[in-house]
């Protein structure tokens, strides 16, 4: 079946460092790939997303490229904010399957 | 925002009872889901549906029934509440099957 696997966290980054979020997956198929964030107590929200091999997905200067010769969607950030602290979750929608399937997330804290 | 609307957001509730968690979506989406998030395990898909009276279990489903009588209401029901439903409970929608989903603010359950 269908699985993601995300580097466990919590990350804790500095304001203007770089930030990478690993992110691999398992699936039968051509799947879709996605970023979603949680901001503290509230739900989640789509950050990016990639449909087809070699896409790259950006959105508030987000990055992810979706490479299918590694299985990968790894997030990255040039230079995190203060307010990009959250929790980050990778996920994947693949073949047949009606329904997203989830990594585990990472929480990500940026200092000022 | 999706217009998604979680009810109640909040609700602590006894072992033993029944409780039913409101989704209510203004989008005319054809699919609609339920998840779960705990720490350590990200989201997990408890049901979905894809249309009126069309629902299908998720991987979670043990302890869970749904109802999706009209296409803007997807019920979730836990028919005796147990501890290990203490959790927080997140509803989505897509338009397909194979696009990214729009989620609601959560309810978080305490089952005591």
């Known amino acids: 079946g269908n699985s993601v696997t995300q580097m466990e966290g919590p990350v804790t980054l500095s304001e203007e460092a770089f930030l990478t979020i690993n992110c691999t997956y398992t699936a039968t198929g051509y799947p879709s790939l996605f970023w979603y964030v949680q901001y503290p107590g509230e739900g989640l929200q789509l950050l990016l997303k990639a449909t087809k091999a070699d896409d790259k997905g950006s959105n508030k200067g987000f990055e992810a490229t979706y490479r299918k010769e590694t299985t990968s969607f790894h997030l990255e950030k040039g230079s995190v904010q203060v307010s990009d602290s959250a929790v980050y979750f990778c996920?994947?929608?693949?073949?047949?399957?009606?329904?997203?399937?989830f990594g585990s997330g990472t929480q990500l804290t940026v200092l000022p | 925002d999706a217009g998604i609307t979680q009810s109640p957001r909040h609700k602590v509730t006894e072992t033993g009872t029944p409780v039913t968690l409101r989704c209510h979506q203004t989008e005319n989406h054809r699919y609609m889901y339920w998840y779960r998030q705990d720490p350590g395990h990200g989201l997990r898909l408890i049901h979905y549906s894809y249309g009126v009276k069309d629902t299908d279990k998720g991987e979670v489903s043990d302890g869970y029934s749904v109802s999706r009588s009209k296409t803007e209401d997807f019920l979730l029901t836990l028919e005796s509440a147990t501890s290990s439903q203490t959790s927080v409970y997140f509803c989505a929608i897509s338009q397909q099957g194979d696009t990214e989903a729009f989620f609601g603010q959560g309810t978080r359950l305490t089952v005591v």
């Open positions: 996920a994947l929608r693949g073949g047949s399957a009606r329904q997203l399937t």
